[in-house]
């Protein structure tokens, strides 16, 4: 059920760009991405539906590609605040709102 | 409230006593959700609450979980004869639906258990 994000951690340094990846192997009714900063909760980043891209935060943005149940995050001109755990969120239809397995993301000076 | 609202913030207990943890979701919000992340790892799917709907409790690890939400609104959590291996934070969101018809979660700070 668990949607799988790759890689698992990255290291960048200011400026540099990143691309995260989440595949499930459900359809989706729509993908969700937040970000966890350490010590503290999940926050919402952005959400897309079936055939949407949405600029959404900062200089991130993401893709959703349904029919191969996929979507990205790309990170452009990466800043230290990004640092975090990324996690994409998926609603297979019906109740259950499940999260991947999260991406460390690192940036450094 | 102006945000999701978990208590305690920390709990530490010995191994077998029962724990409670309580959500207060944003008012208005008609889903709730918990989920556990233990130390480095992602978010595990507990339970989920929609309205006046029979809970999804397909999450829940064991019959020593149990979850109930009064009155659509406060949300408890209650893991009995807790186990060294319950030990995690414990998250609760509420969501709104939003004009596409999908869930956003708003994320409280949530509950660090540690087992003894």
């Known amino acids: 059920q668990q949607p799988v994000q790759s890689p698992q951690a990255v290291i960048l340094r200011e400026g540099e760009d990143a691309v995260i990846n989440c595949s499930s192997s459900?359809?989706?009714?729509?993908v969700h991405w937040y970000r966890q900063k350490h010590g503290e909760a999940p926050v919402f980043l952005m959400i897309l539906l079936k055939g949407g891209e949405q600029k959404g935060h900062e200089k991130i943005s993401a893709s959703f590609n349904e029919k191969k149940q996929q979507s990205s995050l790309y990170l452009t001109a990466s800043q230290l605040s990004y640092s975090g755990t990324y996690f994409c969120g998926t609603e297979p239809g019906g109740n259950q709102f499940y999260f991947g397995t999260g991406t460390s993301l690192t940036v450094i000076p | 409230g102006a945000g999701v609202s978990q208590s305690p913030s920390n709990k530490v207990t010995e191994k077998g006593k029962d724990v409670e943890l309580r959500c207060d979701p944003i008012s208005g919000h008609t889903a709730l959700y918990w989920y556990r992340q233990s130390l480095g790892q992602g978010l595990e799917f507990l339970i989920y609450f929609q309205g006046n709907s029979a809970p999804d409790k397909s999450g829940l690890p064991s019959d020593r979980f149990s979850a109930e939400r009064t009155g659509g609104s406060v949300s408890t959590l209650t893991i009995q004869r807790t186990q060294q291996e319950d030990s995690a934070v414990y998250l609760c969101?509420?969501?709104?639906?939003?004009?596409?018809?999908?869930?956003?979660?708003?994320f409280g700070a949530g509950s660090r258990l540690t087992v003894l």
């Open positions: 969101a509420s969501s709104f639906t939003s004009t596409s018809g999908a869930n956003v979660l708003t």
């Open positions: 459900k359809a989706l009714y729509s």
